[in-house]
């Protein structure tokens, strides 16, 4: 089975050399409180886009990141380049002072069977050519923390873009989708993260789960919900392993810097 590798290089302030990964990534802004670390996000991004009340985000928190500098010259230096959803968020100030600067503004409040980050995800999928699809790694700021139906919406979107990769992040962990079609690979940058982690099924249990490189690592071990599942455990290296019957959520914890 082919091996698929992962590692947040992305939280790093500048990634080594030798392990610049061959990814393209596109950071998506959603309307919670954004990461400390969201600047090392949008620089490391090709595209930014904000989903809809996300913009308000950017407007007022990313100047609160760079408190020496002149409040206006930040938002103009880390403008998005498309801002995208129901529009029932987003200030009109905002709107307008983005649009006047060139960002594209898509409004779809017409469409209220998908969820804003739905949409941009969406967006970036179908502007993304298909042999580019493989390297393709979508960053979601602010996707955890807030109402739980919120939180269970940005994860739901993890399967419905299953083919996508895709990493849910707060200022406190991040969240993505193993999928059973691969076995994994994934390598700790410990500067930045752990060593809290977790493996979770989440849709259907898992028959067999292994791994190496944890704590309590998992030997052929079933999970399901209101049976096992591997909640804080332990990174102990610099490389976790991950096969599975099912696809599961990896989570790891982010040290505050």
């Known amino acids: 089975m082919e091996v698929m590798t992962h590692s947040s290089t992305f939280l790093l302030p500048q990634i080594p050399a030798d392990q610049r990964p061959s990814l393209t990534y596109a950071l998506i802004v959603l309307n919670q409180r954004i990461p400390r670390f969201t600047l090392l996000l949008w620089k490391h991004a090709q595209v930014r886009l904000c989903a809809d009340g996300g913009a308000n985000r950017v407007y007022d928190e990313i100047p609160q990141l760079l408190p020496d500098e002149d409040a206006d010259e930040v938002r103009k230096r880390y403008m998005p380049d498309v801002i995208k959803g129901d ?4 200030r009109t100030e905002v709107l ?18 998908t969820t804003d980050l739905h949409k941009c995800v969406a967006f970036i999928r179908d502007c993304t050519p298909d042999l580019e699809k ?16 919120h939180e269970a919406g940005n994860i739901n979107i993890l399967y419905r873009f299953s083919t996508l990769r895709i990493i849910l992040i707060s200022d406190d962990c991040l969240i993505q989708l193993l999928l059973r079609t691969h076995h994994h690979e994934i390598c700790i940058q410990s ?3 752990g060593p809290h982690c977790g ?27 209101g049976g096992l599942i591997s909640t804080s455990n332990i990174v102990k290296g610099e490389k976790v392993t991950v096969r599975s019957d099912s696809d599961l959520l990896w989570t790891i914890s982010i040290k505050k810097s």
């Open 134 to 149: 493989a390297n393709l790694c979508i960053l979601v700021a602010g996707a955890l923390g807030g109402r739980f139906d």
């Open 96 to 113: 307008d002072f983005y649009a006047g600067l060139g960002t594209r503004i898509v409004d779809e409040s017409h469409d209220q069977d």
């Open 199 to 225: 493996l979770i099924p989440i849709g259907i249990p898992s028959g067999s789960t292994s791994t190496t490189g944890l704590q309590w690592d998992l030997h052929n071990t079933e999970m399901s919900f």
């Open 191 to 193: 500067s930045v993260e």
């Open 87 to 90: 529009m029932d968020s987003v």
